[in-house]
């Protein structure tokens, strides 16, 4: 039973981890990510690279950039970075790594001996037709003192009123924050800021900063602060950012998926103007008789409601639903690939079962008690040990006495729980049997429109 999802990116084989350099040029949007060209498991960082017209049928391309340079620094890994358009020409920023110690892990891959055994530079790199990428520049920035020189990566730049701004993932005494710099050229740099709070992990992660109507975003992935297992979480802080101080007033930091696995998202905006983003969905291991390992998730869009950001897939998912059904029983022969949505008057007597056999499923209820949607895939392992790495349950606080929208996409081996228009979001990787495909939804149902999927 092949367990590759049809609308969720992954490599064509395998280790692949964060997304980089989303962006739209020349009429087609393009993805690069982290890719381990010789084995399922982390090492040997490149950059991975695809293009596609509608988001979703990708075009697998050359490896974008490689790790080939001493002069550049990035000997030993090119690690996440981002993309930007100017001028007719695709420009990536990336973090090149040099191991000053070495060691060959139990998948035979290179690692450091130490955890700050790293050198990082940042890097300019340059395409004019979106395939074939010069290395251009070894980038001189300045590093404030305290931070720790190992851990500074994953620049993200954009540009405002004529000057590029760039902000870049640091630590500091096991504290996350972004620094932030400005240029009036894209290569020389000046540093302006720190972003920081206290108690939020040792390392922020893959930050990007962006406007969305009034409010600006900050996405970033802090290490260390997440709980039921997964201690590496991603969600982001709304507010106000001041181009001339680099200071960031926000709200309280908020989570961009409640699910399992979501780590390291980055946005892009795109020809229609949406601010689409893609996160990377964690699977430790390959799934059983599968040569790859790691997705991303569906492209989401980014909208602002009311003060509140909502995430929900690109409308252009909608062209791949084919046959509408009537019963959510009818879903079994749609083999896991399937796109419903419903409405409850609310969620007392709540309960969905997905993926489902003569006994076990992915459980999605209600729990009255602790006022929580349950969301538990423990019968859907099927003793594939890795998903264990963040737990099998997951709990998300919501008044069950509203109506409620529903969304839910199946892809093979994954599903996107979105609530609400994507107010808020779970999701999961799973590792089905073949006979593990039935769909019940019980509850206080309004409407509902079921739909197969089909490539």
């Known amino acids: 039973m092949e367990k590759r999802p049809l609308f969720h990116f992954t490599p064509e084989s395998n280790w692949m981890n964060d997304p980089n350099g989303l962006c739209f040029y020349k009429g087609e949007y393009h993805i690069f990510y982290q890719h381990n060209p010789e084995n399922c498991y982390w090492g040997n960082m490149t950059w991975g690279h695809g293009k596609s017209k509608n988001l979703f049928d990708w075009e697998r391309l050359p490896h974008a950039l490689k790790p080939d340079s001493e002069n550049f620094g990035d000997i030993d890994g090119c690690f996440s970075g981002s993309a930007f358009v100017e001028k007719d020409e695709l420009y990536l920023f990336y973090t090149g790594v040099k191991m000053l110690t070495k060691q060959k892990n139990e998948f035979g891959n290179t690692i450091t001996i130490g955890l700050n055994d790293l050198a990082p530079t940042q890097i300019l790199a340059k395409s004019e037709d979106g395939i074939n990428f010069e290395k251009l520049q070894k980038l001189s920035l300045e590093i404030p003192e305290e931070c720790c020189k190992a851990h500074v990566r994953d620049p993200k730049i954009w540009k405002k009123d004529e000057v590029w701004y760039m902000i870049i993932g640091a630590r500091e005494n096991s504290q996350g924050e972004v620094l932030v710099y400005n240029s009036k050229d894209m290569e020389n740099w000046n540093f302006l800021s720190k972003i920081k709070e206290e108690n939020m992990g040792y390392m922020w992660e893959c930050p990007d900063l962006f406007s969305v109507g009034e409010k600006d975003i900050l996405f970033i992935s802090p290490e260390g602060v997440g709980k039921d297992e997964q201690k590496n979480i991603s969600g982001y802080y709304l507010g106000e950012f001041n181009y001339e101080t680099g200071k960031f007033i926000h709200e309280e930091f908020e989570r961009l998926d409640y699910g399992f696995e979501f780590y390291a998202p980055q946005s892009f905006l795109d020809d229609k103007g949406r601010r689409v983003f893609m996160g990377w969905l964690v699977n430790h291991a390959p799934l059983p008789e599968e040569n790859w390992t790691g997705m991303m998730t569906l492209p989401r869009e ?87 790495t963040f737990g099998t349950i997951r709990k998300l606080k919501i008044d069950g006495e509203t109506e409620k929208k529903i969304r839910v996409i199946a892809d093979k081996s994954v599903v996107e729980i979105y ?37």
């Open 302 to 388: 980014i909208k602002m409601k009311d003060g509140k950001l909502y995430t929900f897939p690109v409308e252009e998912l909608k062209k791949y639903r084919a046959e509408k059904l009537q019963e959510f029983s009818h879903l079994e022969k749609a083999k896991n690939m399937y796109d419903f949505e419903i409405v409850l008057e609310n969620l007392e007597n709540f309960q969905m079962l997905l993926f489902k056999d003569q006994e076990k499923s992915l459980k999605l209820s209600y729990s009255k008690e602790e006022k929580s949607l349950v969301l538990d895939r423990s019968e859907v392992i099927n003793s594939f040990e890795p998903l264990k």
């Open 419 to 455: 609530i609400n228009d994507g107010e808020l979001v779970m999701s999961s990787v799973l590792n089905p049997t073949s006979c593990q495909k039935g769909v019940e939804v019980m509850g206080n149902i309004l409407s509902k429109e079921i739909y197969t999927l089909k490539r």
